[in-house]
């Protein structure tokens, strides 16, 4: 089944405390990407990858990290969490960039104390 | 700049009405693309359809239909006859085709539909 995949899905965790969310794809898309969503802020874009070893800064990447060192995964690294980051985030990928359909993971919420 | 508005926070109807939700959009690119996603109480997005800026035919999918009109800047989704299952947000989201950030969308507000039996 094509999916992307993330893990956890729910993290409880505290201020400094270094996490790593996971993002799995099956579907050999090149774009992938991370979003966060807020209440009454929709979604927004944190870093996004076109290929391996290539990622840039979205909208909000601050105190964000990502890598890419396989097509298949992007993970998002919080090196010291804070409270503001407290959010439900997603991953999503498409096989091209603009204008393709981007597949969203099942959502990881994070929980900052 | 470009902006996604979906004016309506909340819309509540009673089952087997139909409703529609308003998106509006602004951007400068005249290659652009529109979607429509769900989120259910579980929390996942659920993709419902792309239009591309060039298409602007009316598009119908069972009790979903949407209406795309340029001149007036809105992609437009109407449920016809709705359910309870149909409970959900609804994000409206665009992306420009010119963008260089790996086809970043930008959603919405989301609109939060409530389909009471």
């Known amino acids: 089944e094509a999916q992307v995949t993330q893990n956890p899905r729910y993290l409880i965790t ?11 794809q099956n579907m050999n898309h090149e774009y992938m990407s991370w979003y966060r969503q807020d209440p009454g802020l929709g979604l927004r874009q944190i870093y996004y990858s076109m290929n391996v070893e290539v990622t840039d800064k979205g909208d ?13 995964n992007f993970p998002l690294i919080l090196e010291s969490p804070s409270p503001n ?11 091209r960039d603009s204008g393709d359909t981007q597949y969203f993971g ?5 929980t900052v104390l | 700049a470009q ?17 529609t939700l308003d998106c509006v959009y602004e951007t400068r690119d005249t290659t652009y693309y529109l979607f429509w ?8 997005l659920v993709f419902l359809i792309r ?18 009109q340029k001149s007036t ?25 010119g963008d260089n950030q790996g086809g970043k969308l930008i959603f919405g507000q989301g609109t939060e539909l409530s389909v009471k039996p």
Do not use: H, M
């Open chain 2, 37 to 44: 996603y769900k989120q259910p109480p579980s929390g996942e």
């Open chain 1, 106 to 110: 099942p959502g990881t919420r994070l």
């Open chain 2, 51 to 68: 239009r591309n800026s060039f298409d602007e035919q009316n598009e119908i999918s069972g009790r979903y239909s949407w209406n795309f």
């Open chain 1, 60 to 72: 909000v990447p601050e105190g964000y990290k990502v890598s890419r060192k396989e097509k298949r």
């Open chain 1, 14 to 24: 505290v201020t400094g405390k270094k996490l790593t969310v996971t993002c799995s």
């Open chain 2, 73 to 97: 800047s809105s992609f437009n989704f109407t449920i016809t006859a709705s359910q309870v299952v149909d409970s959900a947000v609804y994000f409206c989201a665009l992306s420009e085709a």
């Open chain 2, 3 to 19: 902006k996604v508005t979906q004016a309506q926070t909340e819309i509540s109807v009673v089952e087997k009405e139909d409703v």
């Open chain 1, 85 to 95: 980051q407290t959010s439900l985030y997603f991953c999503a990928s498409s096989f």
